[in-house]
């Protein structure tokens, strides 16, 4: 339809708002409390708009373009004088007792309200009386509280309570003295706090983990990048000074993460500066360990040239890492750094996919489906991202349902929730041990792997009774299964979410009959399985066998073995690893970071992390993500590892033709190596990719200090860094000076929007796709034709032993991939690991919380906490925070009383 | 002699007990009522064209008629006791003193809603009257008036008390049924209004105390003759509750016929200005309403008698009239600083901002700022225009209407006594000195007499 | 061809005669203009024992500045970085701790400041930009040094003496001593 904007004719979308429309159409209005994902509340009246009757109508009414849907031939006016004189008169009205501390303010650069206040042109102040004052709180390590900043555009409780769940943020007070905190100091509880610096459009919620080295946006040298943390891929931008990362802020991904992260995503970036970087190849056992390249090539070139080569890839490495080591040990040799439980579950997931007869989910599916089942996969730990968007499906299906009933347009946030109270939109969270999830679920099943996989047939069942039934069920499982059973049926896009955390195959199978059982009449439901690494999947597609494999081989000794980015001790139990290391006569390791894999290595060599490095990731739902350098650490010898990798192939097959492949070269040779792959180059930027024969600046037109900053070290100017080979992407603040492709833009910046939310500009509509956007690579591909093969075995129901538990492991919200538990922010909040049984299990025992126990083969006794609703016969002990130990996951475990 | 439908047995001895109340003839309503369909007393409510007495004057009927009836939902009535309007006191006086004719007007309004829960919503700060209203309940249950099954008709009804906790804007009734509901008392915005969605989801009517009293005589007389007293679209009686400078101040019960002048002058209600002092301004409807100077409060700007009604004392608009509002009439005579006065109420509505949106929770407050500075001498006479700038454009500009009731006062004060202001900037050490304003307004009557 | 403007001189072709080829009344004429100089007053003025008068708006070298109890003023905001045409200012911000209120005036301060005064063009723009009043373009110029690094300006180069405990100092660095 089409509207007037000061008379303007502009083509605008039905059931959006007038904001969003004027937003759409490149109007710049100003805006505090609205957001595209929190919708419109109409609070902070900063967006008032003129609305005419007809074209003769001069008067007008004065409206909030965030309340007011757009019809077919509405005119309104933006610049008329009297919607603009109220505007600026907002504006004043905020900034009557807002401290005007731009300098020391974190937000200062990137703040909305300073672009807002621009754009008003409010510059001339008439309150000339005392400002209000409030008392900061602490709200943890990683966010910092400025209250007296704030504006009172109440995005923060709205982001915090409403969208997130949190409950331990809110609003307090009343009239000119509103509070937004918690009701006393403390840590905000959660885990996507760190959204708030972002939702926030001034300084009251700002970064506190940059503050350590706080660099204004305009300083940063940025790349668009991918979140590491976990097997979702969130979008990031992480920018760099001083060869510092300095932080890592959202980048808008429609389908992905949308305009939020996680704070294991957010705040987990510190490693990347972490004093216990590999910065120097190392040999071990000469007089100075630290190495020349020379040296470590002519070392390598000896040790390669060793019959018995293995590598061991890595699922938290890049695809292009872990094929460059393919290559260079031969695909006979190539391992996966898994345990072979993890493999094999991996392997059926990727059987699974490959099969298309099920569409794999992306976060945005997730959040748009009307009905949602997690069987058996603790998401609010292991993919956080995904529990938010879990949460959203569930909120998302009543506000739908509620905006219907009254034909409430889906903006308008307010009346919906008016309307919604406590409804919400059909989630099954059938777990373990549970999360907070539970609490917004209609359906919550606490049970150990195997009754979860039950479960989860016998909905397959009552949806397709073609699929055998349960023997010997009993009747509050088949009621909670035709209860999930029913609201699927009626469902339009369920998703089914599973993953690894049960260590059971049974659930995986499961859940892929439910959503192919759903699927019988029409192709609706998607499915989303959580792998435990950012690119699990990438190396599961290599199709790899598992470490543990290794074993296999009878002649599995005096091997060489070449370890990418891993730490074997995380993923295999001690003794297994142990064992593997006692094989090895030579132990070269890749890695960023000093673990206890690389304590075994004789050779150790830098890898490059994420924030240095490019490369390709495959997420779990196989969309290939590739992530840019954002600097080149000053220590030169940090390479990315299918650097370092492709040196050792040309020292090893002694036919170097002076260069070794480029990233693209590489990638294509994986595409011809391996078919699965076909595709994937097309997720980067090509390196020869240039805008009229100009490279996209890594650097905003305003980097300062480019003459200044490493003076001090060397008078002569430095000569701009350079990529080896070629990159879409210059170093410094030259280059294309417009807007670059939105999908590869390395920070987002538009004219008079300084802030994050300049990513609007970036948009073919608020919140939507943006403009010129490049389809994702997905490796699976939907065959709706196809019709699927269901698992038919169905395991027997669970029952306890005697003296002997199922052990499985409990991941930390913060810390379930390896590297964010390196960051000490994160680190801070870690929970001490423990041991939970459940109130039988230690009654049994005879232990009580606190008590300490030994779990058998661990080394280490933990201390008990007994969980209330955890069915008796299972263990779950803590995993992936730093120390703990490995088990075999899935496997029966002893205990022991300390 | 005024016709009196509320007050009647207001001092017969221990009318506050339901004792005396029955006696009287208390709840002859409920037991008539229980014996009418819901739809008729919603019926006869509609004929009786009673407005809604809270402030706004929506008529009842047409609101009790909007109320959803989805199969299954219960509904509720809410009483919206939370009267915190400066000015305004008619509601604690029938609380108090008549807690019984509350409670009937509960029930048969209960009866032709359906609400078998009601609420009394009651301001905090009325500590004391919970206990009455209590009491009162208790009496009217162990006389089967409350409880199941009244009066054998199969109609059940409790009524519950609740504080609220001392926010203005929960009188706002989307933000009493926010507080209701122990959240934070913010106005919800409709739609959904609340008699599709009100309490816990439910549809509900939010009435004032003074209206849902004013069911048991329209019961008790019929719509059609309740309809008969009063004028125009302002039918049956009104209470006002009168202070400020007048000798008797008090709650009086008027039939909207009298004329303003009648009201402040008459013996038998406000009898006059103490100590021969002239008339200088009043505020006839509580705090939110506009000033009127003596002059155009006993005439209107077209030379014609103001009466005590909905109609003629909002005759003329803003620019030269007022509103009936909440029955708060507020009278200044010739030693009161109109300044002094405009800061209090704006230092109220400061602070009774919930603080949602942007022009009332900061303009209240920088409106306070320059009232202080102008009554204490402190004042420029740009701080009168600014002033003028602010409350213009808080006005008809936020969620709910506190933003208009705070930019009200101060418009009205602006506009009918800007020289006072002026005065104010010029004369500032005597504002400092006296703390009260110009006392050269005429005697209005003599004005009026011209 | 045609001269394009009307101060062509013709030149003057004649050959010398006697008196003019003795020279010796030009080398007079010449002298006399010399030697009357040493009467009038020199223009030139004695440098380094002798300045000129500053104008007001002089740029020269810049100083950091501390407020009356000599807590440094720069908040490290970055502005006067952002505004350098020559990108010669860098700096690195840092939070202040407790404890050290008397040293910095705000929260933030610069925990590295650094001027490259070989690539400074003195235009002044930081100072315009200071939001805080901390960097100012002194009177101070012509700065010397033995090594170009000595150009770096840090912290300590450009921070005025504190008033309160180094006084003296101040008063001569700003010549009221």
């Known amino acids: 339809m089409t509207i007037y904007i000061d008379n303007k004719p502009y083509e605008a979308k039905a059931g959006k708002n007038l904001l969003e429309a004027c937003l759409a159409a490149g109007i710049n209005l100003p805006y505090f409390c609205w957001h595209p994902s929190l919708g419109s509340v109409g609070a902070c009246r900063q967006c008032a708009v003129k609305v005419f009757k007809d074209e003769k109508d001069t008067q007008g009414r004065l409206v909030m373009s965030c309340m007011e849907g757009v019809r077919d031939g509405v005119r309104i006016g933006v610049e008329e004088a009297t919607a603009k004189a109220f505007r600026e008169q907002v504006i004043e009205w905020m900034m009557t007792n807002h401290p005007h501390d731009c300098p020391v303010c974190d937000e200062g650069g990137s703040c909305h309200l300073q672009d807002m206040t621009v754009m008003t042109g409010h510059d001339y102040r008439r309150y000339h009386y005392k400002k209000r004052t409030y008392k900061n709180q602490y709200l943890g390590p990683l966010i910092n509280h400025e209250m007296n900043r704030c504006i009172q555009c109440y995005r923060c409780v709205r982001y915090y309570h409403d969208y997130a769940g949190g409950d331990d943020l809110n609003v307090f007070a009343a009239h000119n003295h509103v509070y937004f905190g918690r009701d006393k100091d403390g840590v905000l509880q959660s885990p996507f706090s760190g959204n708030l610096a972002e939702v926030c459009p001034t300084g009251v919620f700002t970064d506190k983990t940059l503050k350590e080295h706080y660099t204004r946006k305009w300083d940063l040298t940025m790349a668009p990048s991918v979140c590491t943390h976990c097997s979702v891929g969130c979008n990031i931008t992480a920018g760099e000074r001083y060869g510092k990362l300095r932080c890592v802020v959202n980048r808008y991904n429609e389908e992905v993460n949308g305009y939020f992260l996680c704070d294991r995503g957010r705040f987990g970036y510190e490693f990347v500066n972490s004093e216990n970087r590999v910065t120097q190849p190392l040999i071990r056992g000469r007089m100075s360990e630290a190495v020349s390249e020379e040296e470590l090539m002519h070392e390598l070139s000896v040790l390669l040239s060793q019959q018995k080569l293995v590598g061991i890839g890595s699922a938290r490495a890049s695809l292009e890492s872990n094929f460059a080591l393919r290559q260079l040990v031969g695909a006979g040799n190539f391992y996966a750094g898994i345990s072979e439980t993890e493999a094999y579950l991996t392997r059926l997931i990727v059987q699974v996919m490959q099969e298309g007869t099920l569409h794999s989910a992306s976060l945005k599916d997730i959040e748009q489906a009307d009905a949602v089942i997690v069987l058996g996969e603790d998401v609010w730990n292991t993919a956080p991202m995904m529990a938010l968007a879990v949460r959203q499906a569930a909120m998302k299906t009543a506000a739908n349902n509620a905006a219907a009933q009254l034909s409430l347009p889906a903006w308008h946030d307010a009346a919906i929730k008016e309307l919604v109270q406590t409804d919400k939109g059909f989630l099954a969270n059938i777990t373990v041990a549970g999360s907070p999830i539970d609490n917004i679920a209609q359906v919550t099943v606490h049970a150990v792997p195997d009754d979860i996989a039950r479960l989860g047939f016998a909905v397959a069942h009552e949806l397709s009774n073609t699929l055998p039934a349960l023997a010997n069920a009993d009747e509050k499982l088949l009621q909670t299964a035709r209860q999930i059973a029913a609201a699927l049926q009626q469902s339009k896009h369920p998703v089914i979410v599973s993953g690894l955390s049960c260590v059971n195959s049974a659930v995986i199978r499961a859940a892929f009959d439910i959503a192919a059982a759903l699927n019988n009449t029409h192709w609706k439901a998607s499915v989303a399985y959580v792998l435990p690494e950012c690119n699990s999947m990438g190396l599961a597609l290599m199709q790899a066998p598992s470490a543990e494999r290794i074993f296999d081989s009878s002649n599995a000794n005096d091997m060489t073995a070449l370890i990418l980015e891993n730490d074997l001790y995380r993923y295999l139990p001690q003794a297994t690893a142990d064992a593997f290391f006692s094989r090895c006569s030579n132990v070269i390791a890749l890695d960023s970071i000093h673990n206890n894999t690389t304590e075994k290595a004789q050779v150790l060599i830098p890898a490059a992390t994420f924030a240095e490095a490019d490369g390709s990731m495959v997420n779990y739902e196989g969309r290939t993500q590739h992530y840019y350098k954002v600097f080149i650490p000053k220590e030169g010898h940090i390479k990315e590892s299918f650097h370092w990798l492709n040196s050792m192939r040309i020292a090893k097959n002694n036919r170097s033709n002076g260069h070794g492949l480029s990233l693209d070269e590489l990638l294509h040779e994986a595409e011809i190596e391996m078919p699965v792959f076909e595709g994937v180059h097309d997720a980067m930027l090509s390196p020869h990719y240039s805008i009229h024969g100009e490279h996209i600046p890594r650097e905003p037109h305003r980097y300062s200090g480019r003459t200044a900053m490493y003076a001090n070290l060397n008078v002569s100017e430095q000569k701009p860094l350079q990529e080896e080979g070629e990159s879409a992407f210059g170093f410094t603040m030259e280059g294309f000076k417009g807007q670059p492709p939105a999908d590869a833009a390395p920070f987002f910046w538009s004219p008079g929007w300084n802030s994050g939310q300049s990513v609007t500009k970036y948009q073919q509509e608020p919140g939507g796709a943006f403009k010129g956007h490049i389809p994702a690579v997905q490796l699976f591909h939907d065959k709706v034709d196809k019709a699927p093969v269901f698992f038919k075995d169905i395991p027997e129901a669970f029952v306890a032993r005697k003296q002997k538990w199922l052990v499985l492991p409990q991941y930390h919200v913060l810390a379930s991939g390896e590297l964010s538990s390196y960051t000490k922010a994160l680190a801070s909040l870690l929970p001490e690991a423990c041991v939970v049984l459940s109130e039988t299990d230690a009654a049994l025992l005879g232990v009580r919380d606190g008590d300490k126990i030994r779990v058998h083969p661990g080394t280490t006794a933990l201390p008990v906490k007994v969980h209330l609703s955890l069915a008796n016969g299972v263990v779950l002990i803590s995993a992936g925070l730093p120390g703990t130990e490995v088990y075999n996951w899935g496997d029966w475990v002893k205990i022991e009383k300390e | 002699m005024a016709v009196k439908l509320l007050l009647e047995n207001a001092h017969v001895e221990g009318i506050r007990y339901y004792e005396a109340y029955r006696r009287t003839g208390g709840y002859r309503s409920v037991e008539k009522a229980l014996k009418m369909t819901p739809e008729a007393i919603v019926e006869e409510v509609k004929k009786s064209g009673l407005r809604g007495r809270g402030g706004a004057g929506f008529p009842a009927g047409m609101k009790w008629s909007f109320i959803a009836k989805p199969e299954g939902v219960p509904r509720h009535l809410v009483c919206n006791a939370d009267e915190s309007e400066p000015g305004t006191f008619k509601d604690r006086y029938l609380m108090e003193f008549l807690p019984h004719l509350l409670i009937e007007g509960l029930i048969v309004s209960s009866f032709a809603l359906g609400s078998n829960a009601t609420y009394i919503y009651i301001r905090g700060e009325y500590a004391w009257i919970p206990d009455i209203l209590e009491h009162a309940i208790d009496e009217a249950k162990a006389n089967g008036w409350l409880g199941k099954n009244i009066l054998g008709t199969g109609f059940d009804c409790e009524i519950y008390v609740q504080r609220g906790a001392g926010a203005y804007i929960c009188g706002e009734e989307t933000a009493l049924i926010e507080s209701l509901e122990g959240k934070r008392g913010n106005p919800r915005i409709k739609p959904p209004f609340p008699a599709v969605k009100g309490v816990w989801d439910r549809p509900t009517v939010v009435n004032n105390v003074e209206t849902l009293a004013a069911v048991v005589p329209i019961i008790n007389m019929g719509g059609d003759e309740y309809a008969k007293i009063g004028v125009g679209r302002s039918t049956g009686t009104k209470l006002i509750s009168a202070c400020g400078n007048i000798n008797k101040p008090g709650v009086y019960e008027i039939d909207m016929t009298i004329s303003v002048e009648e009201f402040i002058y008459s013996d038998e209600y406000c009898g006059g200005i103490p100590n021969g002092k002239k008339l200088k301004a009043c505020i006839p409807g509580g705090s939110s309403v506009p000033i009127l100077p003596a002059n155009l409060l006993l005439k209107t700007a077209k030379g014609e008698t103001r009466y005590m009604n909905y109609e003629s004392l909002s005759d003329g608009g803003f620019a030269t009239g007022s509103m009936m509002g909440s029955g708060g009439f507020i009278v200044l005579d010739e030693d009161q600083c109109v300044v002094r006065n405009t800061l209090t109420l704006a230092r109220f509505y400061r602070h009774e901002s919930c603080g949602q949106c942007s022009p009332c929770r900061e303009g209240t407050g920088w409106m306070e700022k320059i009232l202080k500075n102008i009554e204490y001498g402190k004042g420029k006479m740009s701080d009168i225009d600014l002033l003028w700038d602010i409350q213009r454009k808080i006005e008809g500009n936020t969620i709910c209407p506190l933003g208009d009731a705070a930019a009200w006062p101060v418009a009205a004060a602006i506009r009918h006594f800007r020289d006072e202001f002026e005065w104010h900037v010029l004369n500032p050490e005597e504002s400092q000195r006296r703390n009260y304003g110009l006392a050269h307004y005429a005697d209005a009557r003599e004005i009026v007499a011209a | ?177």
């Open chain 3, 1 to 177: 061809m045609q001269s394009l403007t009307n101060r062509a001189k013709p030149v003057d072709r004649r050959p010398m005669n006697f008196m003019e080829r003795m020279y010796l009344p030009a080398v007079l004429k010449g002298m006399s203009i010399t030697f009357s100089h040493m009467f009038k007053k020199a223009p030139t003025v004695r440098y380094p024992d002798e300045t000129r008068p500053f104008s007001p708006v002089f740029r020269g070298l810049h100083v950091l500045n501390r407020d009356e109890e000599g807590r440094e003023r720069c908040t490290a905001c970055g502005l006067c970085a952002v505004a350098c045409p020559a990108e010669a200012i860098t700096m690195e911000a840092a939070e202040r701790k407790q404890g050290e209120e008397n040293l910095y005036r705000e929260e933030k301060y610069a925990a590295k400041y650094e001027i490259n005064m070989l690539r400074c063009i003195f235009c002044g723009l930081c100072e315009e930009a200071c939001p805080k009043d901390a960097i100012y373009l002194s009177e101070t110029f012509a700065p010397s040094n033995f090594a170009r690094k000595g150009f770096i300006y840090g912290k300590k180069d450009l921070l005025i003496p504190d008033p309160k405990t180094e006084a003296a100092d101040l008063a001569k660095a700003k010549g009221t001593n």
